[in-house]
T-cell receptor
Framework: EAGVVQSPRYKIIEKKQPVAFWCNPISGHNTLYWYRQNLGQGPELLIRYENEEAVDDSQLPKDRFSAERLKGVDSTLKIQPAELGDSAVYLC??????????????FGPGTRLTVL | KQEVTQIPAALSVPEGENLVLNCSFTDSAIYNLQWFRQDPGKGLTSLLLIQSSQREQTSGRLNASLDKSSGRSTLYIAASQPGDSATYLCAVIPMGTYKYIFGTGTRLKVLA
């Protein structure tokens, strides 16, 4: 079974440029998460989707970040314009049902973003 | 606000040693606690999930315990191997939310 797929794996851009990340969750997983992981830190949740609905986006910087999950499967996370402080690894995860205490999240390999 | 702390931040041990990684959290109202492994340049791999009603979980050479009242969890690795070298992260899901709060991790290096 394929795991969570993310692309690109690495991205280097100049500040003020736009950038987009793509995630394909494990087949059948209803819940999708985007996390940001700064160097030497644990991941922090940006947004959580239940199917197509964003049920928790309280940590998403909405002035420059946007996300969508059309048809409740793939998801894209966009930053426009990027700032130096956005350099981090962006992780996507999915789970069967995010509302269960027994639910395990499965993580993709992440996209390492460098903003110059 | 839930905070998760992991000690030590880094650990280097010779192969074959048994070792303990520590995780503490400030609010005992959690749904579960999970231990993850992260290899360089890769995502996180779930190791063990302990529900709030449980006290420990075991998988192979790994044993994780949970003392919710004191806000502590330990990950015990028996007979460590060089392949165990990675960063180990613990995370809790606070009650009322369904999002993980992660610690900063322990970077483990097992020397051959």
């Amino acid at each position: 079974e394929a795991g969570v797929v993310q692309s690109p794996r690495y991205k280097i851009i100049e500040k003020k440029q736009p950038v987009a990340f793509w995630c394909n969750p494990i087949s059948g997983h209803n819940t999708l998460y985007w996390y940001r992981q700064n160097l030497g830190q644990g991941p922090e949740l940006l947004i959580r989707y239940e199917n197509e609905e964003a049920v928790d986006d309280s940590q998403l910087p909405k002035d420059r970040f946007s996300a969508e999950r059309l048809k409740g499967v793939d998801s894209t996370l966009k930053i426009q314009p990027a700032e130096l402080g956005d350099s981090a690894v962006y992780l996507c995860a999915s789970s069967l049902d995010g509302g269960l205490s027994t639910d395990t999240q499965y993580f993709g390999p992440g996209t390492r973003l460098t903003v110059l | 606000k839930q905070e998760v702390t992991q000690i030590p931040a880094a650990l280097s041990v010779p192969e074959g040693e048994n070792l303990v990684l520590n995780c503490s959290f400030t609010d005992s109202a959690i749904y579960n606690l999970q231990w993850f492994r992260q290899d360089p340049g890769k995502g996180l791999t779930s190791l063990l999930l302990i529900q709030s009603s449980q006290r420990e979980q075991t998988s192979g050479r790994l044993n994780a315990s949970l003392d919710k009242s004191s806000g502590r969890s330990t990950l015990y690795i028996a007979a460590s191997q060089p392949g165990d070298s990675a960063t180990y992260l613990c995370a809790v899901i606070p009650m009322g939310t369904y999002k993980y709060i992660f610690g900063t991790g322990t970077r483990l290096k097992v020397l051959a």
